[in-house]
């Protein structure tokens, strides 16, 4: 099995209070679920994984091209959200040709895609951020509360590009506290 | 893609954003021009006129608005987490603030050609090298961005970085506008040595902060 990212004893300190102890998680091809009531550190894991929060001991590694979602869209304001994609599929050295199709598949097309961020619904930003994962082409990508904001479309989409994933063997870790129904796909679920 | 592309790439973004929602911009040149103005009401014509003084005043002036326009556009990068995406991506960090202090330097060029024009024409300056004074005014706005950006970045997750910003950032600031005053006033009453000299040691300010900026920015931001 191809590991994407590992942690080993990763312990995260966050204004003086641990919030994750020693976490030893292998992330491999597949759908890795991880779940827990609010507050138990999905995000933070997520982060970690990322490299957005430092490790107060332990070690991380990630061995494939890795893309990010956070529960906010990360999208910035001022750009469009054809702007916004172009920018970071370029930046991977990933053609942004295609970032219409990308954002197309997801309901964002024509003058939608051309508007700034900041004039769109949260559903359609959301949407937006998760046409990443078809613009980009990444092989671990991590997804945090990725249903919320999304209407019965977009979750319908959602779990279409969940399918996609899956059959290319890319690494999909989802942070949710909900959504049961993606436990019989998963390949492995991390509880907190 | 290569480190500087990625940079090109940030810078444009960067400007492109600014364009749509130019705050900063709008900010920074109201705030210099603003200064300007009360700079001749408050000191008077003829104290005002003097090379180091107009010299003195425009430089901080820029360096507010230098401040000012920086915050703002890490405050665009924290809306909606945007500045996470950019974190997260291969070399996105060494990028982020090389990009940040292009498009600054960018920005800051349209501010000292409105706030100098302003500074020049309100105040009847004589001008005895005009060239010396574009190259010294040139060096200075590159050798700001690296040292404020650095700053801002570093006090990014802070609650207190509005006023954090400007305590970290002045004192490192003070030989660029020592350098940056000098040389203008030198410039000004036609000491051609006196400014280029100036003008080299506000390069070495700026190459000095880039790498330390370059060097730290990727293992200290969060």
Known sequence: MNIAATLRGATIVLDDRAILRAIDLDIGPGLTIVRGSNGAGKTTLLRAIAGLVPLARGSRAVTTSLLSIGHRPQLLRGLSARENLRFFAAFRGVSPGGVDAALGSWGIAGPVARRPVETLSAGQRRRAALARIDSEGASLILLDEPFGELDDEATALLRGALGRLARRSAAVVVATHGHHELDGDAAQIVRL | ?222
């Open chain 2, 1 to 222: 893609m290569n480190a500087l592309a990625r940079i090109a790439l940030v810078a444009g973004r960067e400007l492109r954003a600014e364009r749509r929602q130019p705050d900063g911009l709008v900010a920074a040149l109201t705030f210099t021009a603003v200064l300007v103005l009360l700079e001749s009401l408050v000191i008077g014509p003829a104290q005002a006129r003097q090379p180091g003084v107009a010299a003195a005043l425009f430089w901080i002036a820029m360096t507010f608005a230098a401040i000012l326009a920086t915050t703002r556009s890490f405050d665009r990068e924290l809306e909606d987490d945007a500045l996470d995406a950019l974190l997260a991506l291969p070399g996105g960090r060494d990028a982020l603030f090389a990009g940040k202090v292009t498009a600054l330097a960018g920005g800051l060029a349209i501010v000292a050609a409105g706030g100098g024009a302003l500074s020049l024409v309100l105040l009847s300056l004589p001008v005895a090298l005009p060239g010396h004074l574009a190259l010294v005014t040139i060096t200075g706005v590159v050798a700001l961005p690296p040292v404020i950006v650095l700053d801002v970045l570093l006090a990014l997750r802070l609650r207190a970085r509005g006023v954090l910003v400007p305590i970290l950032a002045l004192p490192v600031l003070i030989p660029q506008l020592v350098a940056a005053t000098q040389g203008a006033a030198a410039a000004m009453v036609g000491d051609a040595n006196g400014s280029l000299a100036w003008s080299g040691l506000l390069i070495a300010f700026g190459l000095v902060y880039a790498v330390v900026g370059l060097t730290i920015v990727p293992a200290t931001i969060e």
